[in-house]
């Protein structure tokens, strides 16, 4: 009875999403005359909502695909004994591990007036075909290739595909470039109108809910997918599967044509295998722009 009594309350503690955390911060500070420190208060960023765990606690729900979270016990009528709910959480168990690759696009025409103009340079041709070699190389069973919808990460999925026969493509609007939350600490040559991080961090936010997840209880064999994009959305994604501070992405950099190799484990663990590598390419063959 303890343990059902126990796990149901868990489970209605997950079952909207992540539990909130109560608790009190003291600064390390001054000391009022009293002899207690002022307590600092730290405002969590847009995409957290009202509840978000305290800096350093891993939130082990997450992507909201926790057992416990997926197996709603109030909607039933008779309590269901151990036997019952154990079986009944291990059907919502993942299985298996989901290798994430995020992609830069190659090198482009900045400069150019409309987006559909923004082409690849011969350059950034020539980075996708690196990338591309490298992808293949690693003689991994790559299940998909998602990409971004803007010119660049067209081209540059075109060029990596060719090396990837038999890999299919999907296209979305979710993954293009944008700014996805204002940065901390903020920059002078950069300063999107509030309205864009309004807009733009919505639908990247969105991307990362549908795309960054632990796999589904019915995958039975690890994937391997590739993501093609933009830096901005990349860097956000990252800082926001490893719980880092999402406002913190700007202090990130990539490389055009770079790999970046999130892996997701059963119990929604994280880890970052590498970041922005271009290592593959020679040293005048790299660029950022």
């Known amino acids: 009875m303890a343990f059902r009594q126990a796990l149901q309350l868990a489970a209605c503690g997950l079952a909207g999403g ?140 075109d060029i990596i595909s060719k090396h990837l026969p038999g890999v299919c493509k999907v296209s979305t609007d979710l993954l293009r470039e944008g700014a996805p939350i204002e940065p901390d600490p903020p920059v002078s040559h950069w300063k999107p109108e509030a309205v864009q991080y309004y807009e733009d961090g919505a639908r990247i936010e969105a991307a990362f809910r549908n795309y960054i997840h632990r796999a589904d209880a019915k995958q039975q064999e690890d994937s391997y997918e590739i993501f093609i994009c933009h830096a901005n959305v990349i860097r956000y994604i990252v800082c926001r599967a490893l719980q880092f501070p999402p406002e913190g992405w700007l202090r990130l950099s990539l490389n055009n044509g770079s790999i970046t190799h999130l892996v997701v484990r059963p119990d929604g663990r994280v880890a970052l295998r590498t970041l922005g590598d271009t290592g593959f390419m020679p040293p005048d063959k790299t660029s950022r722009s």
Request: proline fraction near 8%.
């Open 18 to 157: 992540s539990a909130a955390v109560f608790f009190s911060a003291v600064a390390v500070g001054k000391p009022r005359a009293g002899g207690d420190a002022e307590p600092r208060v730290v405002e969590p960023p847009a995409w957290a909502g009202a509840a978000r765990p305290r800096p350093g606690v891993w939130d082990p729900n997450w992507d909201r695909r926790e057992p416990l979270s997926l197996v709603n016990l109030r909607k039933r009528n008779l309590e269901p004994g151990e036997e019952e709910l154990a079986s009944r959480l291990d059907h919502c168990k993942a299985r298996a591990t989901r290798h994430i690759f995020l992609i830069r696009h190659s090198q482009y025409h900045v400069d150019a007036p409309l987006e559909k103009d923004r082409t690849l340079t011969p350059l950034g041709r020539e980075q996708a075909e690196l990338t591309g070699l490298r992808l293949a190389s690693l003689g991994l069973k790559f299940n998909k290739i998602v990409h971004s919808s803007m010119t660049r990460a067209i081209e540059t999925t």
